[in-house]
């Protein structure tokens, strides 16, 4: 189990913007449980994020992981149950995290080098301007693997086939066009990948190279708007 340096450590005063992560901070539990999540679409988001970390955890003995952004715990209750050494770390006191504070402090707070950490559709809702520093404090306490997803600005349209062959799993043929069109950010977001020249994906791959290697990178078939990233350390 991680030990921490402190439950309750949260920067104040910081020198960067803080609107978003006051907002963040205040947010209702019962916004986690609204008509919004029980939407078949987002709980395909979300099994396709237990999907992805548990590929993970399979290269990995007795694996200690970390989630930024507890949501409403439904993939971390997952894992949890599961029998997984689980953390969830938020700002948000409202979502009883594991541990409550503030990404910017994050290598401040959790002392141990957890295998995984987990940052899914959490860093858009900070300007971008703090985004390569949240990677900075992610690199300094993740020991093998950082998971991120990311939504992208655009829309889409098309489908997605599941296949199965004889003795073989599952797998996904997506058909998708991307199209901006009249495409407007995300509640909550500052930004999205190829928002504006600052976040072009070309410009966010660099930032995550400053600190990692990029293992691999896709979008959910069911849901081509999230962005997945998992970069090794």
Request: aromatic residues 16%; glycine residues 6%.
């Amino acid at each position: 189990m991680c030990l921490l340096k402190s439950q309750k450590f949260l920067i104040e005063g910081c020198c960067v913007n803080k609107k978003g992560f006051e907002r963040e901070k205040n947010l209702s539990k019962n916004i986690y449980f609204s008509d919004n999540y029980f939407d078949k679409q987002q709980l395909f988001v979300l099994s396709e994020q237990i999907v992805l970390i548990y590929k993970y955890t399979k290269k990995i003995k007795n694996p200690i992981l970390v989630e930024i952004g507890k949501g409403n715990g439904f993939v971390s209750d997952f894992f949890k149950k599961a029998g997984f050494d689980f953390l969830t770390f938020d700002i948000n006191k409202n979502l009883n995290p594991d541990i409550e504070g503030n990404i910017l402090a994050f290598s401040n707070i959790v002392t141990c080098k957890p295998d995984i950490v987990v940052a899914c559709e959490i860093l858009e809702h900070m300007p971008f301007e703090v985004f390569e520093y949240a990677l900075e404090q992610i690199s300094k306490v993740a020991r093998k693997y950082v998971i991120i997803t990311l939504p992208e600005f655009k829309k889409f349209f098309g489908a997605n086939f599941q296949i199965k062959l004889p003795k073989k799993d599952v797998f996904s043929f997506p058909l998708h066009v991307k199209v901006r069109g009249d495409k407007i950010l995300g509640s909550g977001h500052f930004w999205e990948i190829d928002f504006d020249e600052q976040s072009k994906r070309e410009n966010v791959e660099n930032v995550m190279k400053k600190y990692f290697q990029i293992e691999d990178k896709g979008s959910f078939g069911v849901a081509p708007y999230h962005n997945y990233y998992v970069l090794k350390v």
